[in-house]
């Protein structure tokens, strides 16, 4: 079996797993990195978004293989120095979850479009966070906790 | 307020040594020994010596908020601060009463058990200190953990007394608070997991790992009611991690008796891919001739003459009908609609010679003991059920199939297994919510006023399919909800339908069916009455209170008076009287369901594809005492997205017995870009609280399709609204 060197939360790992092996899988079963969801598997509903060199990428889709170099992010290591991330902060400030299952691809998806446009119009917010479903329904309340760091 | 303790609620109480009080309701079940309590959550809440206070959230959290909302009763009534509190998820722990997540019932039911479950550990606590003072009881004061001598500065923490309080008896009756004095109750407070979510802390069913936990897929019939015929476990066994491939038998799950083959894994990936690899044939069946035409065929016929149960007959519609100035008639037809929790079904087994324990996310899990005893034999006793927190419920999870296959696969193999539905299994065998066909002739006379009512209606009843007593129009039709009642001549006539398809609860079952076509259909009524949509609905209601017998869930009546005031003021509240900017239309629907009364407007604008958009939904719900308004709005505004959804997207095909969706690219659901603004409102109450974590879903339906029938002029009798995109 291949062994990778992987790149995550400014750590870095050796793991063996099979090349086609989603990214998803080597985070949640070798190296216990739970809090990335499995949702569909097909990159349609958002559950499993990491950050690829900062760029938000769903992890259910993308081979161990194809990750090379690329630093990885989980909804783990957005914390950084012991502070919650702006956005995790946000969340916590609107009681933005339900169940909470696709919250994780959610903060991350705000927290990469975020980084990237610190001012993104509604239409930018909207086009980031089409990609992630969340079936409670708690949309109302994303916007809102988004708007609050906008 | 004196309550009574009766002989089955009694409290117990038990002295750990250094543990302080322990308190837990007997319900004359098994008591576990108190050595292991310390480890094992048994009891609604402790006290430690050292001043810490843990509160059990005894029910399931599925997302609806009661792992905050039924502490908060419980400490409410103990009189501690909400931040000097810990909160624990129960396990399965039958001390703890039924732990159950379904009906929107777990605030209801457990409100008058858990607060005096604080207010019997607060009145000891108090007697402790009256004691250590040598003062009557009456001159202490509880409050924020800490008891005070009214006489002198004196106070002692909780943490103090715990020792003392767990030495005295417990009392025969508890004094409960006056609503009126509530502090916490009430007050807004958020979900108690949220940093642990935002996080990504591995508390969800399918985190958790026990040492050496082997992964299964499990390949089952496409067709529904199909039988295996063969299977080569040759490939399967070739993928890299593929530990074993094995049968299970129909009767091997007991639930609902579906057979499958399992791929044993050592990871997840290896288990998708052996679950690809395997060669499986099945015998399709009888079910193979079915389809979504085929059974709305079936439908079609079964409504065209007189249903083969009737639930309701007041007057005579006949004469009502040749006596009308108008008749109007309607078919409405409902789809199967798929559950999709985020989270697909999962569960984790480990089943070792005389003891088992699993893990996972279920909203039963007292099923999931129940049939693992019933697979092992393994006692009860010896069977830890460990609850997850929930990726999502939505009735979904109120059958524990999946769990059963769990503890079935390591009973057969001895090691620890997770059982894992990818999407695709997760859409193609789910339970869906019933499909249905609903026939309505509606009489008006000269002024408008509705004067018959007729309704067959035919769906593919769970309870039918379950094989359940309970009688087959349960949770598909409600002979007792509105309009019944207000109109002289009405008659109510049911089929159930046989069907492979497999269907099972979905949140507001039935209620998420008969609200949409019943609210639709008077609007169709009010269309031909020349009259305004809220000032037709309170013309039926009538201007007096009146207590309307209910026999149905949420009864035994419910109030015209508390219906009436949601319509009233959500009227208000959408400002309805005023006129909408020119593009921009309104509908309307209301429902009484589970206890709770709700009114809802939805404003649309028509996108250039024809397709509404959804602006801005309104909502006024009464559902008596609210809890936690901040838990109970998020409910609301999820039952909104969620029946918007629903209406817009949901819809599950069958062709030749197969379920033709497969994931969320052509089962779509509604995403960021969609989500209407809403505006809600909580009816100020000191009725008792009732359920509320599906009310808002029913009437949004109705709302939208009336709103669009404003803006489009085209009636929408069979859902989804959308397919691919444009108007169905």
Redesign the interface.
């Known amino acids: 079996m291949p062994t990778y060197s992987l790149d995550i939360n400014q750590q870095q790992f050796t793991v063996e797993a099979e090349a086609d092996t989603p990214l998803l899988w080597v985070l949640r079963d070798e190296l216990d990195l739970k809090g990335t969801k499995f949702g569909c598997g097909m990159a349609q509903c958002g559950a499993c978004t990491i950050h690829l060199d900062g760029a938000p990428a769903r992890a259910c889709v993308l081979p161990v293989s194809a990750v090379g170099e690329a630093r990885i992010t989980t909804i783990e290591g957005l914390a950084s120095g012991g502070q919650l991330h702006p956005v995790q902060k946000a969340w916590i400030a609107e009681d933005v979850p339900q169940c909470g299952y696709c919250q994780a691809g959610q903060i991350m998806s705000a927290a990469a479009l975020l980084e990237k446009n610190p001012h993104p119009t509604e239409a930018e917010i909207e086009v980031a966070m089409q990609g992630n479903i969340c079936r409670c329904g708690t949309y109302p309340r994303i916007k809102k906790a988004i708007q609050r760091l906008v | 307020m004196i309550q009574n303790i009766n002989r089955r609620s009694f409290l117990k109480t038990s002295s750990l040594s250094g543990a302080g009080l322990l308190l837990g309701f007997s319900l004359g079940a098994r008591t576990r020994p108190a050595e292991t309590s310390i480890f094992e959550p048994n009891a609604f809440l402790r006290i430690g010596t050292d001043g810490s206070i843990t509160i059990m959230a005894k029910n399931p ?5 009661v792992k905050t909302a039924l502490p908060m009763i419980i400490a409410e009534e103990l009189d501690v601060s909400w931040e000097q509190i810990t909160i624990r998820q129960a396990d399965y722990d039958r001390r703890l009463g039924s732990q159950f997540a379904g009906g929107s019932t777990a605030v209801k039911s457990n409100w008058e058990d858990l607060r005096k479950a604080g207010a019997s550990a607060k009145a000891m606590l108090l007697q402790a200190a009256a004691n250590r003072w040598g003062i009557p009881v009456a001159e202490c004061r509880a409050r924020a953990g800490t008891v005070t001598n009214t006489r002198n500065p004196d106070s002692l923490s909780y943490g103090q007394l715990a020792e003392a309080a767990a030495a005295l008896e417990v009392p025969e009756s508890v004094v409960l608070k006056d609503p009126a004095d509530f502090t916490l109750i009430g007050t807004a407070r ?2 108690v ?3 642990a ?8 069913g ?2 958790a ?1 026990p040492r050496g936990m082997l ?1 299964a897929t499990i390949v089952k019939s496409p067709v529904f009611g199909g039988t295996l015929k063969s299977f080569d476990a040759e490939s399967a066994l070739k993928i ?2 593929v530990e074993a491939v094995v049968e299970i038998e129909a009767a091997d799950n007991p639930v609902l008796r579906i057979a499958g083959v399992a791929v044993v894994a050592r ?4 288990a ?1 891919k052996g679950k690809k690899a395997l060669e499986v044939v099945w015998e399709a069946g009888d079910g193979a001739t079915e389809s979504t035409g085929s059974l709305r065929d079936t439908m079609a016929e079964r409504t065209a003459e007189s249903g083969a149960m009737e639930l309701r007959n007041d007057g005579d519609v006949d004469t009502a009908f040749s006596a009308a100035d108008q008749i109007i008639e309607a078919v409405y037809e409902m789809p199967f609609w798929y559950h ?5 079904m999962s569960y984790i087994a480990d089943v070792r010679e005389d003891r088992i324990e699993c893990w996972g996310s279920t909203q039963v899990p007292s099923s999931v003991s129940y049939y693992a005893n019933q697979i092992t034999g393994i006692p009860r006793e010896n069977i830890y059920v460990h609850q997850s ?6 009735g979904r999870r109120l059958l524990a199939d999946y769990a059963q296959e769990a503890i079935y696969l390591s009973h057969k193999i001895q090691k620890p297994v997770q059982v ?1 539905w ?3 299994d997760d859409l193609q065998h789910d339970y869906y919510r019933p499909m249905g066909r609903y026939q309505l002739k509606g009489a008006l006379d000269g002024n408008g006023v509705i004067t018959g009512w007729q309704i067959r209606s035919a769906t593919t009843s769970r309870y039918l399919f379950r094989g359940d007593d309970s009688p087959h129009f349960k949770t598909e039709m409600f002979p007792d909800g509105f309009p019944a009642g207000f109109i002289p001549n009405f008659k109510m006539e049911y089929t159930p339908i046989a069907t492979r398809v497999s269907t099972g609860a979905w949140r507001a079952p039935g209620h998420n069916a008969t609200c949409f076509v019943d609210q639709s259909f008077l609007d169709e009524l009010c269309v031909a009455a020349g009259k305004d949509p809220i000032a037709y609905r309170l013309e039926l209601l009538g201007e007096e209170d009146r207590e309307m017998p209910y026999d149905d869930h949420g009864g035994p009546t419910y109030s015209t008076g508390r219906l009436r005031n949601v319509i009233r003021r959500v009227a208000a509240l959408s400002d309805w009287e005023q006129s909408l900017p020119a593009g921009r239309f309104r509908g309307f629907a209301a429902h009484f369901m589970f206890g709770a009364y709700v009114a809802e407007v939805v404003e649309v604008t028509l996108r250039d594809s024809g397709a509404p958009k959804v602006e801005r939904v309104f909502a006024v719900v009464d559902c008596g005492i609210v809890v936690n308004p ?1 838990g109970a709005k ?2 609301i ?6 029946g918007l ?1 629903a209406t817009l997207y949901g819809g599950i095909d069958i062709d030749k017995g197969r379920t033709v969706q497969s ?3 052509d089962y779509p ?5 969609e ?1 209407p ?2 505006i809600i409102e909580l009816v100020d109450s000191t009725a008792h609280p009732e359920g509320l974590g599906e009310i808002s879903l029913p009437p949004v339906g109705a709302a939208l399709c009336n709103a669009y029938f404003r803006a489009s002029g085209k009636r929408v009798r069979s859902l989804p609204l959308l397919r691919n995109g444009e108007v169905g």
Do not use: C
């Open positions: 959290e599925i997302g609806q908020g958020p979900n997991d949220t940093e979510i935002a996080t990504g802390q591995p508390i969800f399918l985190d790992k992964t890299p991690g990871n997840t990936w290896a998708i999709a929790t985020m989270e697909p927190r929930v990726g999502g419920g939505f894992l990818t999407r695709e901040l998020a409910q505004e999820g039952g909104i997205i969620d959804s994931n969320f690219h659901m509604l995403r960021y870009g989500s603004e809403i």
